[in-house]
């Protein structure tokens, strides 16, 4: 087969570098888009990498052999795709220029190596903090009748990814190899952590403050009539949506599917309302 050799290919100049991560942090959003159950997203990293693999890979055999490479098995968080995009383009570009500690094996090890700690870190911070505490505070608003609410939740989460997207995989395509010296296991396991621990934070006040579960109960004690809320509520106030909350997360725990939880939280609401049990 006939094959034309790639010439060495040029550093990037300042200009370029900015279109590249921009093309990077856009094509990025499609990341999700190709996803699939034998690889992942496989599909969704080589569009990322296609425009850049094309132009360091003029000859047909280089450029097969390099979309190969990023075909195989890949899966991370998709907003924390950016480092190992930008490391990667750089790896790539280093072996195009023949650096001869770059090779397809150091490649697809530093993509193995990357995807698995930010993915964990990802779902820590994003899934477990950002958003909790947008929702948390949008929600604040919308169940007063605030519109705002919405929008900002909306818009809010939007920036912020975009945020991310752009500034991880800057630093990804600046730092290059040198991105492992600045994110060490004990880095993100700190990281992973303290974002652990502020969701955590999050969602106990989320429970305290939106979910309302009360009782309307009384008892005589001599001529006094007292209320088992405040009763409750002097020993640990939310004492009940508490109690709900870690009923449902036991719930969920043991594999009991989310649509029978819903199901079953509305009948018993139902049925404990009806009965005067909750009010």
Not at 130 to 153: D, E, H, S, Y
Not at 194 to 216: E, I, R
Request: proline residues 5%; hydrophobic residues 50%.
């Amino acid at each position: 087969m006939s094959d034309t050799k790639a010439p060495p290919a040029s550093e990037p100049d300042t200009a370029e570098t900015r279109r590249e991560i921009r093309r990077l942090t856009f094509r990025g959003l499609l990341v999700q888009a190709g996803f699939n159950y034998e690889r992942y997203q496989n599909l969704g990293f080589w569009w990322m990498m296609r425009p850049l693999l094309d132009k360091l890979y003029p000859g047909k055999a280089e450029r097969a052999a390099a979309y190969q490479r990023h075909l195989v098995y890949f899966n991370t968080h998709p907003w924390l795709i950016g480092p190992i995009a930008g490391v990667t383009a750089v790896m790539e570009r280093q072996r195009a220029n023949r650096a001869e500690n770059i090779d397809d094996e150091t490649i697809s090890s530093v993509k193995i190596g990357l995807m698995a700690p930010l993915a964990g870190i990802g779902d820590s911070l994003v899934f477990g903090t950002l958003r909790p505490i947008l929702g948390a505070v949008c929600a604040a608003m919308a169940v007063t009748g605030n519109v705002a609410g919405a929008l900002i939740f909306f818009f809010g989460l939007l920036a912020i990814q975009f945020g991310i997207r752009f500034w991880t995989t800057s630093a990804g395509y600046h730092t290059g190899v040198r991105f492992f010296d600045r994110i060490s296991p004990e880095t993100i396991d700190r990281i992973r952590r303290g974002a652990t621990m502020v969701g955590l934070a999050v969602a106990g006040g989320l429970v305290a403050t939106l979910l309302k579960v009360q009782t309307p109960w009384t008892y005589t004690n001599g001529h006094q009539k007292i209320k088992l809320q405040d009763q409750l509520d002097a020993v640990l106030p939310a004492m009940l949506p508490l109690a709900v909350t870690l009923l449902v997360f036991v719930l969920l725990r043991r594999r009991v599917s989310p649509v029978w939880v819903l199901l079953g939280t509305l009948v018993v609401g139902l049925v404990l309302g009806y009965f005067g049990v909750l009010g």
